[in-house]
Protein backbone atom coordinates (compact mmCIF):
# COMPACT_ATOMS: atom_id res chain seq x y z
CA UNK A 1 0.00 0.00 0.00
CA UNK A 2 2.64 2.42 0.87
CA UNK A 3 4.92 1.55 -1.86
CA UNK A 4 1.81 2.23 -4.25
CA UNK A 5 1.22 5.55 -2.73
CA UNK A 6 4.64 6.57 -3.21
CA UNK A 7 5.77 5.79 -6.39
CA UNK A 8 3.10 8.40 -8.13
CA UNK A 9 5.63 11.21 -9.43
CA UNK A 10 4.21 14.17 -7.21
CA UNK A 11 4.13 11.67 -3.73
CA UNK A 12 7.46 10.74 -4.73
CA UNK A 13 9.61 13.45 -5.42
CA UNK A 14 7.88 15.36 -2.40
CA UNK A 15 9.00 12.10 -1.00
CA UNK A 16 13.06 12.21 -1.63
CA UNK A 17 12.69 15.73 -0.62
CA UNK A 18 11.62 15.35 2.91
CA UNK A 19 14.74 12.60 3.26
CA UNK A 20 16.92 15.64 2.20
CA UNK A 21 15.49 17.70 4.72
CA UNK A 22 15.48 15.43 7.63
CA UNK A 23 18.87 13.39 6.83
CA UNK A 24 20.81 15.83 4.38
CA UNK A 25 24.21 14.09 4.88
CA UNK A 26 22.64 10.63 3.83
CA UNK A 27 21.59 8.73 0.95
CA UNK A 28 18.35 9.02 -0.19
CA UNK A 29 16.19 5.76 -0.17
CA UNK A 30 13.40 3.90 -2.37
CA UNK A 31 10.75 2.31 -0.76
CA UNK A 32 10.59 -1.46 -2.25
CA UNK A 33 7.83 -3.63 -3.60
CA UNK A 34 6.80 -6.16 -1.13
CA UNK A 35 7.78 -9.77 -2.61
CA UNK A 36 5.72 -12.74 -1.82
CA UNK A 37 8.33 -15.42 -2.12
CA UNK A 38 11.77 -14.09 -2.45
CA UNK A 39 13.27 -13.54 1.52
CA UNK A 40 15.81 -10.84 0.43
CA UNK A 41 13.43 -9.15 -1.38
CA UNK A 42 10.91 -8.70 1.83
CA UNK A 43 13.43 -7.93 4.27
CA UNK A 44 14.38 -4.89 1.70
CA UNK A 45 10.87 -3.75 1.82
CA UNK A 46 10.85 -3.63 5.45
CA UNK A 47 13.96 -2.37 6.02
CA UNK A 48 12.99 0.51 3.47
CA UNK A 49 9.95 1.82 5.82
CA UNK A 50 11.73 1.68 8.62
CA UNK A 51 14.60 3.62 7.86
CA UNK A 52 12.39 6.11 6.12
CA UNK A 53 9.81 6.07 8.83
CA UNK A 54 9.95 10.17 9.58
CA UNK A 55 10.08 10.99 6.08
CA UNK A 56 6.76 9.08 5.37
CA UNK A 57 4.99 10.45 7.96
CA UNK A 58 6.31 13.92 7.39
CA UNK A 59 5.67 13.53 3.35
CA UNK A 60 1.51 12.25 4.22
CA UNK A 61 1.44 15.04 6.80
CA UNK A 62 2.14 17.41 3.53
CA UNK A 63 -0.14 15.94 1.44
CA UNK A 64 -2.72 15.83 3.57
CA UNK A 65 -2.91 19.81 3.31
CA UNK A 66 -2.86 19.81 -0.12
CA UNK A 67 -6.09 20.65 -2.41
CA UNK A 68 -5.82 16.60 -4.43
CA UNK A 69 -9.13 15.50 -2.58
CA UNK A 70 -7.95 11.62 -3.14
CA UNK A 71 -4.75 12.22 -2.78
CA UNK A 72 -5.64 13.88 0.73
CA UNK A 73 -7.77 10.88 1.61
CA UNK A 74 -5.38 8.49 1.03
CA UNK A 75 -2.56 10.05 3.18
CA UNK A 76 -5.11 10.37 6.16
CA UNK A 77 -5.90 6.47 5.76
CA UNK A 78 -1.90 5.67 5.45
CA UNK A 79 -1.35 7.95 8.56
CA UNK A 80 -3.89 6.26 10.51
CA UNK A 81 -2.27 2.74 10.34
CA UNK A 82 0.97 3.92 11.55
CA UNK A 83 0.82 4.27 14.65
CA UNK A 84 2.75 2.42 17.46
CA UNK A 85 1.56 -0.92 16.65
CA UNK A 86 2.67 -0.76 13.35
CA UNK A 87 5.94 0.30 14.29
CA UNK A 88 6.45 -2.93 16.96
CA UNK A 89 5.22 -5.27 13.86
CA UNK A 90 7.43 -3.62 11.58
CA UNK A 91 10.21 -4.38 14.05
CA UNK A 92 9.43 -8.02 14.80
CA UNK A 93 9.60 -8.65 10.99
CA UNK A 94 12.49 -6.79 10.26
CA UNK A 95 14.44 -8.98 12.99
CA UNK A 96 13.05 -12.21 11.81
CA UNK A 97 13.65 -11.37 8.17
CA UNK A 98 17.06 -10.30 8.55
CA UNK A 99 17.89 -13.84 9.55
CA UNK A 100 16.07 -15.33 7.02
CA UNK A 101 17.74 -12.78 4.26
CA UNK A 102 21.13 -14.32 5.35
CA UNK A 103 19.91 -17.72 4.41
CA UNK A 104 18.82 -16.83 1.31
CA UNK A 105 21.47 -14.65 0.20
CA UNK A 106 24.04 -18.02 1.29
CA UNK A 107 21.88 -20.50 -0.94
CA UNK A 108 21.92 -18.53 -4.09
CA UNK A 109 25.54 -18.91 -4.13
CA UNK A 110 26.69 -21.64 -6.91
CA UNK A 111 28.70 -23.36 -4.55
CA UNK A 112 26.44 -23.60 -1.95
CA UNK A 113 26.00 -27.99 -1.26
CA UNK A 114 23.48 -29.46 -0.42
CA UNK A 115 24.60 -30.62 3.38
CA UNK A 116 25.89 -26.73 3.78
CA UNK A 117 22.69 -25.93 2.82
CA UNK A 118 20.29 -28.34 5.31
CA UNK A 119 22.73 -27.07 8.34
CA UNK A 120 22.14 -23.68 7.80
CA UNK A 121 18.29 -24.38 7.43
CA UNK A 122 18.56 -25.78 10.67
CA UNK A 123 20.74 -23.31 12.38
CA UNK A 124 18.19 -20.59 11.30
CA UNK A 125 15.38 -22.30 12.43
CA UNK A 126 16.59 -22.51 16.01
CA UNK A 127 18.22 -19.03 15.58
CA UNK A 128 14.61 -17.76 14.93
CA UNK A 129 13.46 -19.98 17.68
CA UNK A 130 16.00 -19.00 20.59
CA UNK A 131 14.57 -15.33 19.89
CA UNK A 132 11.17 -15.89 22.01
CA UNK A 133 12.37 -14.72 25.05
CA UNK A 134 11.53 -11.60 27.38
CA UNK A 135 14.92 -10.26 26.89
CA UNK A 136 14.09 -10.24 22.91
CA UNK A 137 10.58 -8.71 23.59
CA UNK A 138 12.12 -5.95 25.50
CA UNK A 139 14.92 -4.93 22.81
CA UNK A 140 11.83 -5.00 20.19
CA UNK A 141 9.77 -2.64 22.56
CA UNK A 142 12.66 -0.32 23.21
CA UNK A 143 13.80 0.33 19.73
CA UNK A 144 9.85 0.79 18.64
CA UNK A 145 9.38 3.39 21.06
CA UNK A 146 13.03 5.37 19.88
CA UNK A 147 11.80 4.98 16.60
CA UNK A 148 8.23 6.26 17.57
CA UNK A 149 9.87 9.64 18.95
CA UNK A 150 11.99 10.07 16.25
CA UNK A 151 9.13 9.98 13.88
CA UNK A 152 6.53 11.99 15.70
CA UNK A 153 4.27 9.16 16.78
CA UNK A 154 1.84 9.68 19.88
CA UNK A 155 2.57 6.89 22.69
CA UNK A 156 -1.11 4.66 22.57
CA UNK A 157 -3.17 5.02 25.81
CA UNK A 158 -2.59 1.57 27.78
CA UNK A 159 -5.55 -0.41 28.21
CA UNK A 160 -6.21 -2.78 31.64
CA UNK A 161 -3.49 -5.55 31.73
CA UNK A 162 -4.96 -9.19 30.04
CA UNK A 163 -3.92 -12.44 31.67
CA UNK A 164 -0.69 -14.13 30.68
CA UNK A 165 -1.30 -16.10 27.44
CA UNK A 166 1.00 -18.25 26.15
CA UNK A 167 1.45 -19.65 22.25
CA UNK A 168 -0.09 -22.52 22.85
CA UNK A 169 -3.56 -20.39 23.40
CA UNK A 170 -2.83 -18.95 19.83
CA UNK A 171 -2.24 -21.82 18.05
CA UNK A 172 -3.50 -21.15 14.78
CA UNK A 173 -3.51 -17.48 14.91
CA UNK A 174 -2.86 -15.18 11.88
CA UNK A 175 -1.43 -11.77 12.84
CA UNK A 176 -3.77 -9.02 10.31
CA UNK A 177 -3.42 -5.89 9.22
CA UNK A 178 -3.09 -3.56 12.45
CA UNK A 179 -6.05 -0.96 10.81
CA UNK A 180 -8.67 -3.27 12.71
CA UNK A 181 -6.44 -3.95 16.09
CA UNK A 182 -5.16 -0.48 16.23
CA UNK A 183 -4.42 -0.03 20.33
CA UNK A 184 -3.29 -3.06 21.79
CA UNK A 185 -1.27 -2.73 24.79
CA UNK A 186 2.72 -4.34 25.77
CA UNK A 187 0.81 -7.70 26.68
CA UNK A 188 -1.44 -7.80 23.81
CA UNK A 189 1.24 -7.05 21.42
CA UNK A 190 3.87 -9.64 22.37
CA UNK A 191 0.86 -12.49 22.78
CA UNK A 192 -0.75 -11.52 19.78
CA UNK A 193 2.21 -10.23 17.50
CA UNK A 194 5.62 -10.88 18.33
CA UNK A 195 5.22 -15.04 19.77
CA UNK A 196 2.95 -16.25 16.71
CA UNK A 197 5.46 -14.88 14.53
CA UNK A 198 8.61 -16.58 15.94
CA UNK A 199 6.64 -18.88 16.06
CA UNK A 200 5.74 -19.72 12.62
CA UNK A 201 8.90 -18.32 11.50
CA UNK A 202 10.46 -21.34 13.17
CA UNK A 203 7.93 -23.91 11.53
CA UNK A 204 6.78 -25.19 8.47
CA UNK A 205 4.84 -23.18 6.13
CA UNK A 206 1.04 -23.85 6.54
CA UNK A 207 -0.11 -22.95 3.20
CA UNK A 208 1.77 -25.42 1.16
CA UNK A 209 2.32 -28.57 3.80
CA UNK A 210 -1.06 -28.45 5.19
CA UNK A 211 -3.71 -31.08 5.38
CA UNK A 212 -5.42 -31.29 1.46
CA UNK A 213 -9.17 -29.88 1.43
CA UNK A 214 -11.75 -31.70 -0.26
CA UNK A 215 -11.95 -28.68 -2.55
CA UNK A 216 -8.74 -29.30 -3.97
CA UNK A 217 -9.23 -32.79 -4.20
CA UNK A 218 -12.65 -31.95 -6.42
CA UNK A 219 -10.87 -29.47 -8.66
CA UNK A 220 -8.09 -32.54 -9.54
CA UNK A 221 -10.44 -35.04 -9.83
CA UNK A 222 -12.68 -32.74 -12.69
CA UNK A 223 -9.83 -32.72 -14.56
CA UNK A 224 -8.96 -36.15 -14.40
CA UNK A 225 -8.56 -37.63 -17.84
CA UNK A 226 -10.99 -40.74 -18.18
CA UNK A 227 -9.94 -43.39 -20.57
CA UNK A 228 -6.21 -43.77 -19.66
CA UNK A 229 -4.35 -46.37 -18.65
CA UNK A 230 -3.84 -47.69 -15.01
CA UNK A 231 -0.40 -48.09 -13.31
CA UNK A 232 1.19 -50.94 -11.09
CA UNK A 233 -1.79 -50.93 -8.77
CA UNK A 234 -4.68 -51.63 -12.14
CA UNK A 235 -6.79 -48.58 -10.06
CA UNK A 236 -8.15 -47.33 -13.72
CA UNK A 237 -9.42 -43.18 -13.02
CA UNK A 238 -12.99 -44.26 -13.94
CA UNK A 239 -12.73 -45.93 -10.49
CA UNK A 240 -11.54 -42.75 -8.85
CA UNK A 241 -13.71 -40.04 -10.03
CA UNK A 242 -17.16 -42.36 -9.61
CA UNK A 243 -16.84 -42.83 -5.95
CA UNK A 244 -19.10 -41.46 -3.60
CA UNK A 245 -18.08 -38.51 -0.87
CA UNK A 246 -17.22 -40.91 1.82
CA UNK A 247 -14.57 -42.22 -0.53
CA UNK A 248 -13.18 -39.31 -1.15
CA UNK A 249 -12.95 -38.04 2.51
CA UNK A 250 -11.23 -41.25 2.93
CA UNK A 251 -8.80 -40.56 0.33
CA UNK A 252 -8.21 -36.64 0.59
CA UNK A 253 -7.17 -37.92 4.67
CA UNK A 254 -5.27 -40.46 2.82
CA UNK A 255 -3.08 -37.88 0.77
CA UNK A 256 -2.97 -35.67 3.92
CA UNK A 257 -1.13 -38.41 6.11
CA UNK A 258 1.10 -39.07 3.03
CA UNK A 259 2.10 -35.44 2.99
CA UNK A 260 2.06 -35.18 6.46
CA UNK A 261 4.23 -38.16 7.17
CA UNK A 262 6.44 -37.83 4.13
CA UNK A 263 5.80 -41.45 3.00
CA UNK A 264 3.94 -42.94 0.10
CA UNK A 265 3.25 -46.55 -1.05
CA UNK A 266 5.74 -48.95 -2.49
CA UNK A 267 2.88 -49.29 -5.51
CA UNK A 268 3.62 -45.84 -6.62
CA UNK A 269 7.14 -45.87 -6.62
CA UNK A 270 7.03 -48.24 -9.26
CA UNK A 271 6.20 -47.27 -12.81
CA UNK A 272 5.37 -49.46 -16.41
CA UNK A 273 7.28 -48.46 -19.18
CA UNK A 274 6.01 -49.45 -23.19
CA UNK A 275 8.17 -48.61 -25.89
CA UNK A 276 6.85 -47.17 -28.98
CA UNK A 277 9.04 -47.02 -31.83
CA UNK A 278 9.75 -43.96 -33.49
CA UNK A 279 8.49 -42.84 -37.14
CA UNK A 280 11.00 -43.65 -39.78
CA UNK A 281 13.72 -45.34 -37.69
CA UNK A 282 15.31 -48.41 -36.95
CA UNK A 283 13.96 -51.55 -35.04
CA UNK A 284 16.74 -52.77 -33.90
CA UNK A 285 17.84 -49.64 -32.47
CA UNK A 286 17.09 -48.85 -28.42
CA UNK A 287 17.04 -45.75 -28.92
CA UNK A 288 14.93 -45.14 -31.80
CA UNK A 289 12.14 -45.99 -29.26
CA UNK A 290 10.06 -43.56 -26.95
CA UNK A 291 9.63 -44.42 -23.81
CA UNK A 292 6.12 -44.06 -22.21
CA UNK A 293 5.56 -44.55 -18.38
CA UNK A 294 1.98 -45.63 -16.41
CA UNK A 295 2.30 -44.06 -13.36
CA UNK A 296 -0.32 -45.06 -10.61
CA UNK A 297 -3.38 -42.56 -11.10
CA UNK A 298 -4.14 -41.94 -6.69
CA UNK A 299 -0.03 -41.01 -7.50
CA UNK A 300 -0.97 -38.87 -10.15
CA UNK A 301 -3.83 -37.13 -8.31
CA UNK A 302 -1.41 -36.74 -5.28
CA UNK A 303 1.11 -34.64 -7.51
CA UNK A 304 -1.34 -32.49 -9.00
CA UNK A 305 -2.52 -31.30 -6.01
CA UNK A 306 1.08 -30.61 -4.87
CA UNK A 307 1.74 -29.13 -8.06
CA UNK A 308 -1.42 -26.55 -7.69
CA UNK A 309 -0.04 -25.63 -4.41
CA UNK A 310 3.75 -24.83 -5.61
CA UNK A 311 2.47 -23.47 -8.86
CA UNK A 312 2.49 -19.75 -7.64
CA UNK A 313 5.18 -19.93 -5.80
CA UNK A 314 7.70 -21.27 -8.43
CA UNK A 315 6.06 -19.11 -11.22
CA UNK A 316 7.21 -15.95 -9.93
CA UNK A 317 11.05 -16.91 -9.41
CA UNK A 318 10.92 -18.53 -12.71
CA UNK A 319 13.00 -16.52 -15.56
CA UNK A 320 10.93 -14.66 -18.35
CA UNK A 321 12.69 -16.28 -20.78
CA UNK A 322 11.42 -19.99 -19.98
CA UNK A 323 7.57 -20.55 -21.09
CA UNK A 324 7.87 -24.49 -20.86
CA UNK A 325 4.61 -25.55 -19.22
CA UNK A 326 4.26 -22.52 -17.85
CA UNK A 327 0.22 -21.16 -17.39
CA UNK A 328 -0.89 -18.34 -20.23
CA UNK A 329 2.19 -19.47 -21.93
CA UNK A 330 3.19 -21.65 -25.33
CA UNK A 331 5.40 -22.38 -28.00
CA UNK A 332 4.20 -20.19 -29.92
CA UNK A 333 5.14 -16.95 -27.64
CA UNK A 334 8.43 -18.24 -27.45
CA UNK A 335 8.51 -18.56 -31.62
CA UNK A 336 7.05 -15.04 -31.96
CA UNK A 337 9.25 -14.03 -29.44
CA UNK A 338 12.35 -15.35 -31.72
CA UNK A 339 11.13 -14.28 -34.81
CA UNK A 340 9.86 -10.63 -33.28
CA UNK A 341 14.17 -10.14 -32.50
CA UNK A 342 14.94 -11.45 -35.99
CA UNK A 343 12.83 -9.31 -37.57
CA UNK A 344 14.17 -5.86 -35.59
CA UNK A 345 17.84 -7.08 -36.58
CA UNK A 346 16.70 -6.94 -40.05
CA UNK A 347 15.49 -3.54 -39.41
CA UNK A 348 18.67 -2.51 -37.81
CA UNK A 349 20.63 -4.12 -40.78
CA UNK A 350 22.51 -6.36 -38.80
CA UNK A 351 24.04 -9.99 -38.95
CA UNK A 352 21.90 -12.26 -36.80
CA UNK A 353 23.43 -15.93 -35.60
CA UNK A 354 21.17 -19.00 -33.59
CA UNK A 355 22.71 -21.25 -31.65
CA UNK A 356 19.88 -24.25 -30.81
CA UNK A 357 21.31 -26.60 -27.59
CA UNK A 358 19.56 -29.90 -27.18
CA UNK A 359 20.55 -31.63 -24.16
CA UNK A 360 20.72 -35.45 -24.05
CA UNK A 361 18.04 -37.34 -21.98
CA UNK A 362 17.96 -33.82 -20.33
CA UNK A 363 15.21 -34.83 -17.68
CA UNK A 364 16.69 -38.53 -17.26
CA UNK A 365 19.90 -37.05 -16.26
CA UNK A 366 18.70 -34.60 -13.33
CA UNK A 367 20.99 -34.80 -10.31
CA UNK A 368 18.93 -35.24 -7.49
CA UNK A 369 21.15 -33.72 -4.70
CA UNK A 370 21.58 -30.89 -6.67
CA UNK A 371 17.62 -30.45 -7.40
CA UNK A 372 17.10 -30.60 -3.83
CA UNK A 373 19.43 -27.71 -3.26
CA UNK A 374 17.44 -25.55 -6.11
CA UNK A 375 13.95 -26.63 -4.18
CA UNK A 376 15.57 -25.08 -0.86
CA UNK A 377 15.83 -21.65 -2.87
CA UNK A 378 12.60 -21.77 -4.31
CA UNK A 379 10.13 -23.30 -2.21
CA UNK A 380 10.07 -21.63 1.14
CA UNK A 381 8.94 -24.79 3.02
CA UNK A 382 11.61 -27.15 4.12
CA UNK A 383 8.93 -30.18 4.75
CA UNK A 384 7.20 -29.79 1.06
CA UNK A 385 10.55 -29.64 -0.12
CA UNK A 386 11.88 -32.92 1.20
CA UNK A 387 8.47 -34.59 0.82
CA UNK A 388 8.77 -34.05 -3.22
CA UNK A 389 12.28 -35.53 -3.13
CA UNK A 390 10.54 -38.61 -1.28
CA UNK A 391 8.50 -38.74 -4.12
CA UNK A 392 11.29 -39.12 -6.22
CA UNK A 393 13.43 -41.31 -4.02
CA UNK A 394 13.52 -45.08 -4.77
CA UNK A 395 11.85 -45.36 -7.86
CA UNK A 396 11.62 -48.45 -10.50
CA UNK A 397 10.49 -49.31 -13.60
CA UNK A 398 9.62 -52.54 -15.77
CA UNK A 399 9.68 -52.16 -19.10
CA UNK A 400 6.79 -54.19 -20.83
CA UNK A 401 6.41 -55.53 -24.71
CA UNK A 402 3.54 -55.50 -26.75
CA UNK A 403 3.87 -59.49 -26.56
CA UNK A 404 3.53 -59.58 -23.41
CA UNK A 405 7.06 -60.09 -22.02
CA UNK A 406 8.33 -57.48 -18.86
CA UNK A 407 11.78 -57.25 -18.19
CA UNK A 408 13.58 -57.27 -14.45
CA UNK A 409 12.53 -54.20 -12.36
CA UNK A 410 15.21 -51.36 -12.49
CA UNK A 411 16.02 -48.75 -10.37
CA UNK A 412 16.05 -44.70 -10.97
CA UNK A 413 18.54 -43.00 -9.18
CA UNK A 414 18.77 -39.68 -11.21
CA UNK A 415 16.08 -37.55 -13.06
CA UNK A 416 11.86 -37.00 -13.08
CA UNK A 417 9.67 -39.35 -13.55
CA UNK A 418 8.67 -39.53 -17.03
CA UNK A 419 5.40 -39.24 -17.00
CA UNK A 420 4.77 -36.96 -14.13
CA UNK A 421 2.78 -34.06 -13.39
CA UNK A 422 6.00 -31.98 -11.62
CA UNK A 423 8.67 -33.53 -13.99
CA UNK A 424 7.99 -29.99 -16.08
CA UNK A 425 8.13 -27.93 -13.55
CA UNK A 426 10.94 -29.67 -11.12
CA UNK A 427 13.10 -29.47 -14.65
CA UNK A 428 12.30 -25.93 -15.34
CA UNK A 429 13.44 -25.39 -11.22
CA UNK A 430 16.44 -27.38 -11.77
CA UNK A 431 17.40 -24.77 -14.62
CA UNK A 432 16.05 -21.37 -13.59
CA UNK A 433 19.48 -20.10 -12.53
CA UNK A 434 21.04 -20.22 -16.01
CA UNK A 435 23.89 -17.90 -16.39
CA UNK A 436 23.76 -14.30 -17.70
CA UNK A 437 24.78 -14.45 -21.47
CA UNK A 438 25.00 -11.73 -23.68
CA UNK A 439 23.05 -13.69 -25.98
CA UNK A 440 19.02 -13.31 -25.37
CA UNK A 441 17.60 -16.93 -24.37
CA UNK A 442 14.33 -18.63 -25.47
CA UNK A 443 13.15 -21.60 -23.40
CA UNK A 444 10.91 -24.09 -23.86
CA UNK A 445 11.94 -26.87 -21.04
CA UNK A 446 14.71 -28.34 -22.22
CA UNK A 447 14.65 -26.44 -25.69
CA UNK A 448 17.22 -23.84 -25.40
CA UNK A 449 17.80 -21.03 -27.63
CA UNK A 450 20.32 -18.16 -28.04
CA UNK A 451 19.85 -15.20 -30.62
CA UNK A 452 22.81 -12.51 -30.81
CA UNK A 453 22.90 -9.49 -33.25
CA UNK A 454 26.21 -7.48 -34.16
CA UNK A 455 26.87 -5.15 -36.99
CA UNK A 456 29.76 -7.78 -37.77
CA UNK A 457 30.21 -11.05 -38.32
CA UNK A 458 33.31 -11.95 -36.42
CA UNK A 459 31.51 -10.26 -33.40
CA UNK A 460 28.33 -12.86 -33.86
CA UNK A 461 30.86 -15.76 -33.43
CA UNK A 462 33.09 -14.42 -30.68
CA UNK A 463 29.57 -13.38 -28.95
CA UNK A 464 27.86 -16.81 -29.79
CA UNK A 465 31.20 -18.85 -28.37
CA UNK A 466 31.54 -17.31 -25.29
CA UNK A 467 28.05 -17.75 -24.26
CA UNK A 468 28.25 -21.34 -25.48
CA UNK A 469 31.57 -21.80 -22.97
CA UNK A 470 29.69 -20.19 -20.16
CA UNK A 471 26.38 -22.28 -20.84
CA UNK A 472 28.59 -25.66 -21.51
CA UNK A 473 30.30 -24.59 -18.16
CA UNK A 474 26.45 -24.37 -15.99
CA UNK A 475 25.35 -27.30 -17.62
CA UNK A 476 28.48 -29.75 -16.70
CA UNK A 477 28.95 -28.31 -13.21
CA UNK A 478 24.44 -29.58 -12.85
CA UNK A 479 25.25 -32.88 -14.68
CA UNK A 480 23.44 -31.98 -17.61
CA UNK A 481 25.23 -32.98 -20.85
CA UNK A 482 24.86 -30.73 -24.12
CA UNK A 483 24.68 -32.91 -27.74
CA UNK A 484 27.07 -31.26 -29.46
CA UNK A 485 26.38 -33.56 -32.54
CA UNK A 486 22.49 -32.45 -32.87
CA UNK A 487 22.94 -28.64 -31.37
CA UNK A 488 23.43 -26.75 -34.50
CA UNK A 489 23.87 -22.89 -35.40
CA UNK A 490 21.94 -20.59 -38.04
CA UNK A 491 22.08 -16.75 -39.28
CA UNK A 492 19.40 -14.57 -40.42
CA UNK A 493 19.83 -11.85 -42.70
CA UNK A 494 18.97 -10.18 -46.00
CA UNK A 495 22.36 -9.89 -47.53
CA UNK A 496 22.35 -12.36 -50.74
CA UNK A 497 25.53 -12.30 -51.02
CA UNK A 498 26.10 -13.86 -48.02
CA UNK A 499 23.61 -15.94 -48.08
CA UNK A 500 26.04 -19.30 -47.60
CA UNK A 501 27.75 -17.75 -44.97
CA UNK A 502 28.10 -20.32 -42.07
CA UNK A 503 28.81 -19.59 -38.53
CA UNK A 504 31.96 -21.05 -36.96
CA UNK A 505 30.89 -22.12 -33.77
CA UNK A 506 32.39 -24.80 -31.58
CA UNK A 507 32.12 -25.94 -27.88
CA UNK A 508 34.64 -28.12 -25.92
CA UNK A 509 36.57 -27.91 -28.68
CA UNK A 510 34.21 -29.44 -31.58
CA UNK A 511 32.61 -27.45 -33.84
CA UNK A 512 29.01 -27.56 -34.02
CA UNK A 513 26.63 -28.17 -37.18
CA UNK A 514 25.52 -25.37 -39.25
CA UNK A 515 21.78 -25.55 -40.90
CA UNK A 516 20.55 -23.42 -43.80
CA UNK A 517 16.92 -23.61 -42.24
CA UNK A 518 16.73 -25.68 -38.50
CA UNK A 519 13.70 -26.16 -36.95
CA UNK A 520 12.70 -24.51 -33.81
CA UNK A 521 9.58 -25.71 -31.90
CA UNK A 522 8.26 -27.35 -34.69
CA UNK A 523 8.61 -24.50 -37.11
CA UNK A 524 11.37 -24.50 -40.13
CA UNK A 525 12.88 -20.83 -39.92
CA UNK A 526 15.04 -20.17 -43.22
CA UNK A 527 17.19 -17.33 -43.62
CA UNK A 528 14.84 -14.60 -44.43
CA UNK A 529 11.85 -15.53 -42.50
CA UNK A 530 9.70 -15.93 -45.52
CA UNK A 531 8.55 -19.57 -43.61
CA UNK A 532 8.68 -21.30 -47.40
CA UNK A 533 10.23 -24.21 -46.83
CA UNK A 534 8.07 -24.85 -43.49
CA UNK A 535 4.86 -24.14 -45.24
CA UNK A 536 5.84 -26.72 -48.30
CA UNK A 537 6.35 -29.06 -45.24
CA UNK A 538 3.01 -28.78 -44.16
CA UNK A 539 1.43 -28.74 -47.21
CA UNK A 540 2.98 -31.90 -48.24
CA UNK A 541 1.42 -33.32 -45.14
CA UNK A 542 -1.92 -32.09 -45.62
CA UNK A 543 -2.12 -33.49 -49.18
CA UNK A 544 -1.57 -36.65 -47.30
CA UNK A 545 -3.92 -36.43 -45.27
CA UNK A 546 -6.78 -35.30 -48.20
CA UNK A 547 -5.79 -38.24 -49.94
CA UNK A 548 -6.52 -40.42 -46.80
CA UNK A 549 -9.64 -38.85 -45.89
CA UNK A 550 -10.88 -39.22 -49.44
CA UNK A 551 -11.08 -43.18 -48.65
CA UNK A 552 -13.13 -42.44 -45.56
CA UNK A 553 -16.12 -40.95 -47.99
CA UNK A 554 -17.13 -39.56 -51.23
CA UNK A 555 -20.16 -37.49 -52.76
CA UNK A 556 -22.78 -40.21 -52.43
CA UNK A 557 -21.35 -42.80 -49.67
CA UNK A 558 -19.48 -42.64 -46.59
CA UNK A 559 -20.17 -41.25 -43.22
CA UNK A 560 -22.11 -38.22 -42.27
CA UNK A 561 -21.44 -34.60 -42.44
CA UNK A 562 -20.97 -34.49 -38.27
CA UNK A 563 -18.45 -37.64 -38.53
CA UNK A 564 -17.33 -36.75 -41.53
CA UNK A 565 -16.39 -33.29 -39.95
CA UNK A 566 -15.24 -35.19 -36.79
CA UNK A 567 -12.48 -37.20 -39.21
CA UNK A 568 -11.70 -34.12 -40.85
CA UNK A 569 -10.60 -32.20 -37.46
CA UNK A 570 -8.51 -35.55 -35.89
CA UNK A 571 -6.45 -36.00 -38.67
CA UNK A 572 -5.94 -32.58 -40.22
CA UNK A 573 -5.52 -30.31 -36.75
CA UNK A 574 -2.06 -31.62 -36.11
CA UNK A 575 -0.65 -30.70 -39.14
CA UNK A 576 -2.52 -27.18 -39.93
CA UNK A 577 -1.75 -26.43 -36.36
CA UNK A 578 1.66 -26.30 -37.07
CA UNK A 579 0.90 -23.76 -39.97
CA UNK A 580 -1.70 -22.11 -37.71
CA UNK A 581 1.03 -20.44 -35.86
CA UNK A 582 2.25 -18.43 -38.03
CA UNK A 583 -0.77 -16.36 -38.36
CA UNK A 584 0.63 -14.37 -35.15
CA UNK A 585 3.36 -13.59 -37.61
CA UNK A 586 1.71 -11.60 -40.06
CA UNK A 587 1.75 -14.28 -42.74
CA UNK A 588 -1.72 -15.12 -45.18
CA UNK A 589 0.18 -18.22 -46.48
CA UNK A 590 -1.30 -20.67 -43.57
CA UNK A 591 -5.20 -19.40 -43.97
CA UNK A 592 -4.55 -20.22 -47.35
CA UNK A 593 -3.73 -23.64 -47.01
CA UNK A 594 -6.99 -23.80 -44.72
CA UNK A 595 -8.55 -23.17 -47.69
CA UNK A 596 -6.63 -25.26 -49.91
CA UNK A 597 -7.84 -28.40 -47.41
CA UNK A 598 -11.07 -27.21 -46.95
CA UNK A 599 -12.27 -26.90 -50.74
CA UNK A 600 -10.51 -30.12 -51.12
CA UNK A 601 -12.11 -32.15 -48.62
CA UNK A 602 -15.78 -30.32 -48.94
CA UNK A 603 -16.42 -29.52 -52.36
CA UNK A 604 -14.86 -32.25 -54.12
CA UNK A 605 -14.81 -35.26 -51.62
CA UNK A 606 -18.41 -34.25 -50.02
CA UNK A 607 -19.65 -32.77 -53.21
CA UNK A 608 -20.84 -29.54 -50.65
CA UNK A 609 -20.48 -26.01 -52.16
CA UNK A 610 -17.80 -23.61 -50.34
CA UNK A 611 -17.20 -19.95 -49.71
CA UNK A 612 -14.32 -19.62 -48.59
CA UNK A 613 -12.11 -16.00 -47.66
CA UNK A 614 -8.31 -16.83 -48.89
CA UNK A 615 -7.41 -13.61 -46.86
CA UNK A 616 -9.02 -14.96 -42.94
CA UNK A 617 -9.61 -18.84 -43.59
CA UNK A 618 -13.05 -18.42 -43.00
CA UNK A 619 -15.54 -20.92 -45.15
CA UNK A 620 -18.93 -21.92 -45.09
Not at 341 to 366: H, N
Request: aromatic share 8%; glycine share 4%; hydrophobic share 40%.
Amino acid sequence: MLYKFFSGSVVHDLFMKKQKELEPTAQCVELKKLSDTRWACQYNAIWAVKKTLPAILATLRDIIGLSNLHRRTEARALSAIIHETFVVHLIIFEDVFRTTKFMSDQLQSATFDLEAADDLAQSVTIAISEKRTEDKWREIRNEAESLCVNAGIAPQTQRERRRAQTSRHLEGFVVEAPLERARLDTDDLRTHSFYPVIDRAASVNANLSGDFTPAELKDVMAKLKQGKAPGSDNIHPEFVTHQCEITSAWLCAFFSACLRRSKLPRTWRRAAVIALLKPNKPADDPKSYRPISLLCVPFKILERMIHSRIEPVVDSQLPKEQAGFRRGRSTVDQVTLLTQDLEDSFQAKAKAGVVLLDLTAAYDTVWHRGLHLKLLRTIPDRHMVNFIMEMLSNRSFILQTSDGQRSRLRRLRNGVPQGSVLSPMLFNIYIFDLPVTTSRRYGYADDLAIMLHQPTWKAVEEGLNQDMDVLAAYLRSWRLQLSTGKTVSAVFHLCNREARRELEISVENKPLEFQQAPKYLGVRLDRTLSYKQHLDEVRAKVTARVSLIRRLAGTTWGASAKGHRAHISSISAPVLGESGQGSGWGLQTPPRLWCFFVSIVVQDDMGLPVLCCADSGVFV
